[in-house]
């Protein structure tokens, strides 16, 4: 935890729940550019996107409404908030990127930070315009790497310009109203269903979820060395940071009598997954859950967990993420249960599993990527 002296007044602010290393902090210079332009908020405002909340405890003393994708991010705010009872006497509310579609009220203000993920950005644009009438302002911002070609032309597909303003110490916020009406075509392209060459399966894409598009090489290494034989004797499996559901739907498919727990702190994430095992007919036992880790897995439940661990967090490459999933693994994993991972080959995850399991073993390795599994002591 750091405090800022913020352009709202001192706030003490956390990154929850990575703090990286000793100069990283919760805010960015994109925070200092719109608190400055606003310092106090008095209406309701919502803020889309935030990663740790910034915004939302800045303005606390108004009623605020924050929506994302991220779960963790959701939680930091409310953490945050907390941090600074003086500053936060307004109303909280909270609203997951999967219950968007459902708000209708309007607001005065709209604040959208920009996502790394430009299907995002869509889709909280899309969904954001519910929230807006014709004198509604809509402030899309952020550090200049997240300003691109791509997101201009996400804008111009549902929004008008009305004030431009040129960057400030590499950051800088836009104000657009929503059009009366949005131009036909699409900002991004579409993307059909595709199907698993491993197994006889289909998946959905879904904005910024991620191998929900299409097979990315981790995944595929991963599929290499698929532990078949550890599935076809498991009774729980748990897909841990399950993304698009692939590895968990595919051990359903090969165990349709296990159990299986897919879980990821993305809101979007996890519904992709339960879409995806539907369109797949499977019709055994699976959970999914948006949570941190496991959390809501009881300890020592699971036979075997899958997992392609981020190695980073937010704007900052960390082996925080992975090493407490690998935490959570071994909690809720059985004495002589399996984890299986895969990882960039530079990365190193053979000495970190090597702090919680036993029996490392290397069970395929390519250019890029590296497929371990660990056994629990």
């Not at 779960?71 to 009872?85: D, H, I, W, Y």
């Not at 003086?86 to 509310?93: A, F, H, I, V």
């Not at 009366?180 to 075509?185: S, V």
Request: charged fraction near 25%; hydrophobic fraction near 40%; proline fraction near 5%.
């Amino acid at each position: 935890m750091k405090t800022w002296n913020s352009p709202s007044g001192p706030l003490k602010l956390a990154r929850y729940p990575f703090e990286g290393q000793r100069s990283h902090q919760a805010w960015d210079s994109a925070d200092e550019w719109i608190i400055s332009r606003f310092p106090q908020h008095s209406d309701p405002v919502i803020v889309v996107g935030e990663a740790f909340g910034v915004l939302g405890t800045a303005w606390g003393a108004a009623d605020v409404t924050a929506a994302g994708d991220s779960s963790l991010a959701l939680t930091a705010l409310e953490k945050n908030r907390k941090l600074n009872p003086s500053t936060t006497g307004g109303t909280l509310r909270i609203l997951p990127s999967t219950d968007m579609k459902t708000a209708t009220e309007a607001f005065s203000r709209i604040f959208i930070r920009l996502p790394k993920s430009l299907s995002l950005l869509e889709f909280y644009l899309e969904n954001a315009v519910r929230f807006a009438d014709e004198n509604t302002e809509i402030w899309l911002g952020a550090m200049d790497k997240r300003w691109s070609s791509g997101v201009k032309k996400i804008a111009e597909h549902l929004l008008e310009n009305v004030e431009v303003f040129p960057f400030e110490k590499h950051s800088r916020w836009l104000c657009f109203r929503k059009k009366a009406e949005p131009t036909t075509a699409r900002a991004t392209t579409a993307i059909e269903g595709w199907d698993l060459d491993e197994y006889p399966l289909t998946f959905s894409p879904a904005p910024d979820v991620f191998s929900s598009s299409d097979l990315d090489a981790g995944t595929a290494a991963f599929l290499r060395a698929f532990p078949e034989k550890i599935i076809k004797d498991a009774s729980a499996i748990a897909d841990l940071g399950c993304g698009s559901g692939i590895f968990g739907i595919s051990a359903s498919y090969l165990n349709r009598e296990a159990s299986v727990w897919f879980t990821d702190e993305s809101y979007l994430a996890a519904g992709n997954a339960e879409k995806n095992y539907k369109l797949n007919k499977l019709e055994g036992k699976a959970s999914f859950l948006v949570t941190n880790g496991l959390d809501g897995i009881p300890d020592n439940s699971v036979d075997l967990v899958l997992c392609n661990p981020p190695f980073h967090f937010q704007n900052i490459q960390s082996r925080e993420p992975a090493a407490f999933m690998f935490a959570e693994a071994l909690r809720v994993l059985t004495p002589g249960g399996c984890i299986q991972i895969v990882g960039n080959s530079h990365l190193g995850y053979h000495k970190l599993l090597d702090e919680y399991f036993d029996r490392i073993k290397e069970v395929y390795r390519d250019r890029k990527f590296t497929v371990l599994r660990a056994e629990k002591r």
